[in-house]
């Protein structure tokens, strides 16, 4: 039976994939074919869209056709391969060192699955949804599908297909990073079609509003690298899943603890790592203010790290690895809206912030009783909540003339940030909820309670981990 | 002096040691062990080839008991590591010659 | 007596490598003292060897001298490494999480001493053999040999000494690659021998005739970034070994299943990560095509292990993590030859083909009986040749004018990939099977029974993997 | 008590931030607004300090106004992420997996401090002192403090931040390299102050005399990416701090063998795929000398691993895992200062010394009593040692006009580098004695006997490695 | 009642599981032990140094049956798990007291 | 023929095994456990959240010895296992009824 519907759910799916291929419309020879004229239009909405377009100070003035630069291309090229492996293997395995020995394999794939699904939507229709010329300020039309249109040619100074994917690693990301809510007790089949919906129905609008030249774009909200896009969203998603789906059994009576830490360590490097291509990337090109945004990311993480691991030597007697860990995280998180925005000691004081406060939202965590599996809320909803806020302060013009905070004296900026925070708030709520009701109504969320004691490794995917 | 020996469902030690603790017995030693019984295995699958696993984990606890408190420690056990489920385990007694504290040199009842 | 024999050897090694440095001719002075008109020659040279040289325009028109692009090499030398990174640790991670405990430090060694034999052999002679100045379109000629003349000077416009050390990570990872087929039997001592061997005799002049100005290259044969040259030489070259060297103990009766998938998942994650520098980097430049390539090369991956994920779920009723693993490499295996030439639909499509093809192959190897323990001939031999085929089908001129295929009206493209598809068929089934043989009489291939049973890590390394 | 302390500790620093925030001299803004006579001046200096600077042919000739190259920025940003990964995860893996499983945490902990504390150091002061305006020949003055000055501004061919960020990762794993020689046993808290002190007082001159415009570089001494700065001074150093904590409880009569040797072969890989940002990337752009330094890199790391290989299966019968890739660092150690004067086959020969004398030196260890957990200066003190003076015989001028050996005909280079080990050794060993000693006397070094049985993971952060 | 423990070399695990149940057995526990003895172990090289590690891995199995299998039981282990080689292992027999089925509460024969 | 059974602490294993071989006996089996005694065990804190682990590592040693040898070997382990501090561990005996030795089918003391 399921095989019987599977394998012809897989012949219909080829053979759409195989109209699109021929499909004048939608080959990619468009690439080549595009007039001059259509070219410079792209042109002028990289300049609309880009996150830091903002910057180019005479964008008007100049309409010298836009051409590649093959160091900026090299530059975002680097930082699109970066910031995949912060989900994979760089998430994987600091989500998979955290949960207990029996769901390492599942929480892995959590992030692998959503770097493939998310890999595919986005071509398909996610890039046009979130890129794709704007609809009413809200969402982007489907002219972009399959990539149609979307070629070689010239994005401000690096090709279309680059912009593109480096857009396309973060919608991957951002899925993955809410999987650690749910971790340790999701169906497998149900987070498939949770993580479609999510990406097509959060994500891409929201990446719209903020990037796409929706309205928080024209609102002039500050969000160099993803505070809100992808910080906010998925920590806010992340708690919704956390209440919807309930607690683990045992939680709050058997101890949890990680089962490889190790593995949450090269995770945490990876993501320092790839953070790099995540922020400094988002410059869209190798100059000044990429370098700027690579040393605020550095050294915000680096704070935030100290901050949580002294805070909890102070309260807890004693500095823990994973503590350090998830402070370094918390500071890349904070750091995300304004690494192109703020100076070195700028950030650092984000960082420090960001360290304490996420220290505490854990802490408040086992008082409010919701079993957020592996703090996705405490580090990413606040992280980034904290992140959004300190971009409408610290913002910094001698840095970015694009961006001016409240300490620079303009605290219509603060008021900025904090109508985008309050949106996307809004929007993860609602719209993750109602997708886990439909979701939950028509596959069912939740491992049943035989397969979540034995493990989902075993229950989901017939396999363990470790043979030591 | 007894020995008791159980094999039981992991889950369940938290349990039993709660309820070992609670009629007085201070030690028992615990380890990792692999169970072949009537509770079937389940299948791993890797790379197409599907593999069934006949051994299930289990947990066996090693108390040492006076006489006295040998049916106790039994009844105790047997109680909390009881689901009514197949595979629950089983519980075995031996009698001992003779029990040493190393720390002390004390034997007999008082080594314990 | 073998310590007096090791010793004399390396006193050898080392008098003749001392020569070589100052033997005037080998100098890399050289580079530097090149005249104009060999630089120009070796610009021509370049758009002869590239593999993307065909999609230069006006490579007759443009007589200006060549110059290097600080961007194309930034790139050059970040795609290099990155393909360093898929060998060590990529390769090693996913090979070695996948035998049993008491092989997995033997398993990573292949990985690792492949990387470094491989890394002096190209320097000393098989980039000469490869890509130095062709003799009969069958091989280079010894005139690079300890890379003399090959030096900081533009080739192409990135330095000459950035193309070789790229073609230097190709040819090691090849060789690794095969590793899979005889891990967990084959000697340490033996290995070596053959991995020399195989890369002298096998693998340089493959690389010859399909990217340096061999017969291959001469007759069209497209293949972007390796799919014959790495794919399905070490795929087919991995059959051949599992033949000869025969079974594991064990195996068909013993359940032998992976010790560390976490380890194999971190394996996956790096390779995908690297295989952008694999594809990306073979444009040889920062560009749209570079970008182009990138993308093709993640949609595959994506779209492959998605495929294998469902059949598998289909056929055996749950999704695996080796499954999704194995697949998104069978997909980075089929893009590769193609990258360069398809648009993002098609390398769904692709993608698609790999992961059910190579599912299916593994099943077969049940049923035929041979052990190829990880694998190398069902998702390497079986999707390269798939990959250089479909590049047959699916080029479009519209991505790359420098290929066309069957799909867009020259059925002629589609012969020639069956052409090189044979070719190295038969190459590698021939080098390789003489290879194996000589080594065998001589050194002996298999480690002993003993050896076996106990593991190659204490065997033959006296090291255990794990104190646990 | 403490939790006192360490609130109103944090404050303090809190007030120092926010008020360096906003003095106007230290604002970033500078960055914008240095004139054109400042940067120019930069731009001078940059050709003193880089250390490649030599190379530059018309330093004089040339008054053009620098500018950013993009694909210059784009390397040495790839290149500084690069290095940060060997720090973390690399180098935490490969140490953290070669104590015992009760030290796995704390030894990472190490590495991943050392990462937080000196971002945090070098911004604030270190970045001054080394690379500041020089005072007497002796150290940098403080100008930069807080990165007062230091922009977005051209600081040769790439944003003074990115050179600056560059310079701040090669503090980070100095640092991390000397904590192999006391892992196992220093108390977590000492650790934190010797860290700080070490660097400050030992590195940030030291790097001033070598590459900052300090006497060393005056004198000539050839370092292309960090032989002494980096590996005589931490290995010396690492030296003095075995000697000076004494020896693991245990030592020699226990067996300590590695507890996890797949992880140290992850942390080897990586530290090889990173030496590349180190080395090739310390020529500041993306040209010939950067392939250049690429290849001897590669060459010299996979001499090296074969070397130690072979010669321990001459004298120990088998070959190991661990030996090879401890060769392999060993070579890359030795090609670090060599790495932009010397050729291919040069590199072969640094890399044979490399492997054979560090293999030696592990080996005297053991007849010496000394108790180096890591082997932190048979590897980095004796082939950092190796790797200067092969610099002196080696350096090629065809490879680069700024350096010439012996063998070419130059021996005064010879002694220069003499100088530059001996002074760089002389340092090490005075600096880090005193600091030491000065922290033993407030704090004390070595965790109580108790802890140290116990294992520091849980001694001294409360946390396992594991949960298997 | 009685208790047979067998070390035994690990490789031979699965042919006496086998054996055992061809005669009727319907449930054994198995663990992971390390034996020392006649056997010698290996020896391990870390960065030059040479350890010698004397204990070699072994599998203990617990097999607990009535009075009337026990000499089959014990024939089977013996003959199945017998290389001839040296570190073949051993074969440990006590008298238990007492046997209970934890899911059900039976005691004696009954329990196994 | 009697089973010794030694928790100890795992640092002693070396020394116990050199002072059992030094009287002679050739073999033993050991394996890693967990014991829950009067030794209180550990903290471990994780993102803020402390649990105290109760079980703490142990190694049992068990050693088969003719009557004969058995208040040698038991002086031995204890003489030796003893560091005088809480958690030294306990020693168990146990009467064995057979004992054969796999590789030879020799039985009784000869099998040792
Ligand atoms: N004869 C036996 N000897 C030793 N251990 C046994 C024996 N029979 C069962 N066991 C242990 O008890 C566990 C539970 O037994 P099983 O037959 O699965 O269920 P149940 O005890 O509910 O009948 C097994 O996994 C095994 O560890
Ligand atoms: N006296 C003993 N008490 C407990 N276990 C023993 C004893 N002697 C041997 N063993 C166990 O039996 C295993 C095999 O013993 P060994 O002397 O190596 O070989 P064999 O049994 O062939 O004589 C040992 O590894 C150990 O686990
Ligand atoms: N009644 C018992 N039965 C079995 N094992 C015990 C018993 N009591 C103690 N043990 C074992 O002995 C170890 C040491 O016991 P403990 O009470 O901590 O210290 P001590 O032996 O010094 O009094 C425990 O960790 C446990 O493994």
């Known amino acids: 039976m399921r095989k019987r519907w599977m394998t012809s759910g897989l012949t219909g799916v080829l053979l759409l994939l195989v109209a699109l291929t021929f499909l004048p419309g939608h080959s990619q020879a468009q690439g080549e074919a595009v007039p001059p004229a259509t070219i410079e239009a792209a042109g002028a909405e990289t300049e609309m869209t880009a996150p830091v377009a903002e910057a180019a100070p005479a964008e008007e003035a100049a309409p010298a056709p836009p051409t590649i630069d093959s160091g900026d291309t090299a530059w975002l090229l680097t930082s699109s391969a970066l910031v995949l492996a912060m989900t994979v293997p760089g998430l994987a395995l600091f989500y998979g060192g955290m949960v207990r020995r029996k769901n390492v394999l599942s929480t892995m794939m959590y992030s692998f699955i959503a770097l493939c699904l998310i890999s595919i939507q986005w071509v398909l229709w996610g890039y046009s949804l979130a890129f794709g010329p704007d609809v009413s300020k809200i969402i982007g039309n489907l002219s972009y599908i399959g990539l149609s249109g979307v070629g070689q040619e010239p994005f401000g100074t690096v090709p279309h297909l680059a912009f593109m994917v480096f857009q396309l690693v973060f919608a991957v990301i951002t899925l993955a990073l809410i999987t650690g809510a749910f971790a340790e007790r999701m169906k497998f089949s149900a987070y498939i079609v949770v993580g479609l919906l999510w990406s097509t129905f959060v994500y891409d609008p929201l990446a719209h509003w903020v990037w796409g030249g929706g309205w928080l774009m024209s609102l002039g909200a500050l969000d160099f690298a993803g505070g809100t896009v992808v910080h906010i969203s998925s920590g806010v998603s992340a708690l919704v899943c956390a209440v919807v789906l309930g607690k683990r059994i045992g939680h709050g009576k058997e101890h949890m603890p990680p089962h490889n830490l190790p593995l949450v360590l090269i995770g945490a490097g990876l993501l320092w790592f790839g953070w790099f291509g995540f922020n400094a990337g988002s410059a869209l090109a190798a100059n000044g203010l990429a370098a700027s945004a690579f040393v605020a990311t550095n050294t915000a993480a680096a704070a935030a790290a100290l901050a949580w691991m002294f805070t909890e030597w102070a309260y807890r007697g004693k500095p823990t690895l994973l503590g350090a860990a998830s402070g370094a995280v918390a500071g890349l998180v904070a750091i995300t809206p304004a690494a192109g925005f703020v100076g070195p000691v700028s950030s650092i004081l984000i960082g420090i912030g960001a360290g304490v406060f996420c220290y505490f939202a854990v802490f408040l965590k086992g008082k409010l009783g919701y079993d957020d599996s592996l703090d996705v809320f405490a580090v990413h909803g606040i992280g980034g909540t904290w992140g959004a806020i300190a971009t409408g302060l610290f913002a910094n013009p001698a840095v970015n003339p694009a961006g001016k905070g409240l300490f620079f004296g303009n605290p219509g900026q603060l008021v900025t940030q904090i109508i985008a925070v309050g949106a996307t708030w809004v929007l993860a709520i609602v719209g993750t909820y109602i997708i886990l009701k439909v979701v939950d109504a028509i596959v069912g969320l939740r491992a049943t309670e035989e397969a979540e004691r034995t493990g989902l490794d075993l229950s989901q995917h017939n396999e363990s981990g470790y043979v030591l | ?112």
């Open chain 2, 1 to 112: 002096m007894k020995k008791i020996e159980a094999i039981i469902k992991p889950f369940k030690l938290d349990e039993v040691k709660e309820a070992l603790t609670e009629i007085g017995i201070q030690g028992m030693t615990v380890s990792e062990v692999k169970g072949f019984g009537r509770q079937k295995g389940h299948t791993e699958t890797y790379r197409g080839s599907e593999y069934t696993i006949e051994f299930v984990p289990k947990i066996k606890i090693e108390v040492v008991v006076t006489n006295a408190l040998a049916d106790r420690a039994i009844q105790a056990i047997v109680s909390k590591a009881k689901t009514g489920t197949i595979g629950d385990g089983k519980l075995f007694v031996t009698d001992l010659t003779q029990t040493i504290r190393i720390r002390t040199g004390e034997s007999g009842d008082a080594a314990l």
